[in-house]
């Protein structure tokens, strides 16, 4: 056989080699955005619950352990520790019995990742809004459950009361 046959012959048997090795390639399994949104929502709903009764660790509970918080009028706070400590900074000072509801306004994700556009609405004890704002916060699937990275939120009222 001469070599300009025989190269061809040569690719050809390499490649098949490769691809009949190679592990076939699963489809991502679909998403269902709707449970996905009432397991967000009750993360958030956790996070409230737990402002409310001021356990800075449970409210630390919603992010990983290289999360980074941006919050207002602030610097970002890097890692769950310095988050939850900065959680119960503001606890320790709040005397005001001031409560905060979060409601996922929208939610996009795509393999191991979700991202959350959300609003929050802060009462006063008597049920007054006082003020609200939206937030984005970034989940990623880690051990088989959804944890914040990133989050980040801004306030649409005007004047704080």
């Known amino acids: 056989m001469n070599f300009k046959l025989q190269l061809p012959i040569l690719l050809g048997a390499i490649v098949l080699l490769f691809t009949s090795c190679a592990k076939p390639v699963e489809a991502p399994k679909p998403i269902d955005l709707d449970a996905l949104k009432v397991e967000i929502q009750k993360m958030e709903d956790a996070f409230a619950a737990a402002e409310k009764a001021k356990d800075a660790a ?26 939850q400590a900065k959680i119960a900074e503001g606890i320790a000072k709040d005397t005001t019995g001031k409560t905060n509801v979060y409601k996922v306004v929208d939610l996009f994700a795509e393999g191991n990742s979700a991202v959350e556009i959300g609003s929050w609405t802060e009462f006063s004890p008597s049920g007054e809004e006082l003020s609200k704002g939206h937030y984005m916060s970034y989940f990623q699937k880690r051990d088989g459950k959804y944890v914040c990275v990133r989050d980040m939120n801004v306030s649409s009222t005007k004047d704080q009361k």
Request: proline share 4%.
């Open 58 to 83: 449970a409210v630390a509970a919603y992010y990983s352990d290289d999360a980074i918080s941006y919050g207002r009028n602030s610097e970002p706070t890097s890692g769950k520790a310095a988050i």
